[in-house]
């Protein structure tokens, strides 16, 4: 089984994005910002997102880290050495994106669209292939049962533990809205987005894990984006998706523990 990963280098920043269909004032270059609102939306329950560059790049995971995929969506990653190949150098086929999500969320009278991912409603997927891939072009087709709004692509390398994280993860979910009582007895609701955390630990690593994680840890601070996934390969994906967060790091310690072994703690805010 896998342990934890983390893609730190996004190479579809630097890609140039189409899709195979773009909702009117929903542009394909919103899938680079950060803002999680700021979305991609197809016109119809298929869309082919086709990444391309002119030097070529290592690939070895795609995330989706907000999108409104619900139960029964399905992702598929090719990748072609040459922009101008036809022949893939691997296709992942039709994979399972969202196992066990509902159709529509406590809180949406319709089906779920990117207003609700500022309030716990967006679902991720993610794609971890069995080698490292050296490309120029890349298609991620999704499948949905409704329009489909994408919020941001990640692709690149990982790095993975070689331990797994410790029992007792913590993943935190805060919601600072305010429910006021009037003095006639009646609740008003002043409803505010919901953000999430994870809190992990990783006992006793080597001192290799030690030395690539911090040098990922320095290089973005708190201020870089990262992709976690605790179970990357889980046969449910809704477990491999409760348990990877797209975030900044808030905190992060390196214990010595013993000759060689290092205890290090992780905290990261959902962005």
Known sequence: MSNL????????DIATITASTTAAGFSVNNL?????????????NTVAYTLTWNTAQKISAVALPATNLIAGATI???AYTELSDTDVIADTGNLTACRNRPNIFENTAGT??????????????SVWLTRVLTVKKLVITI????????SRIVCGTYWESSRQASNG??????????????RSGNTYVDRKPISDSMNLNLEYISDK?????LDIMRKLGSSGLIYLC??????????TQAYSIYGRSQSNSVQYQLYSLYNTNLILNSW
């Open 5 to 12: 990963r983390i893609i730190y280098n996004n190479a579809a």
């Open 230 to 239: 605790v179970f990357p390969d889980n046969t449910n994906p809704e477990i």
């Open 76 to 78: 598929r990653v090719q």
């Open 32 to 44: 680079k910002s950060t803002q999680k609102t700021q979305v991609h939306r197809s016109t119809g």
């Open 209 to 213: 894990d030690r030395i690539e994680l």
């Open 112 to 125: 779920p669209t990117y207003v609700d991912f500022g309030f716990g409603g967006a679902t991720k997927t």
């Open 143 to 150: 499948t949905n049962a409704h329009i489909i709004d994408c």
């Open 169 to 182: 993860i913590t993943l935190d979910f805060s919601d600072p809205s305010e429910v006021i009582t009037t």
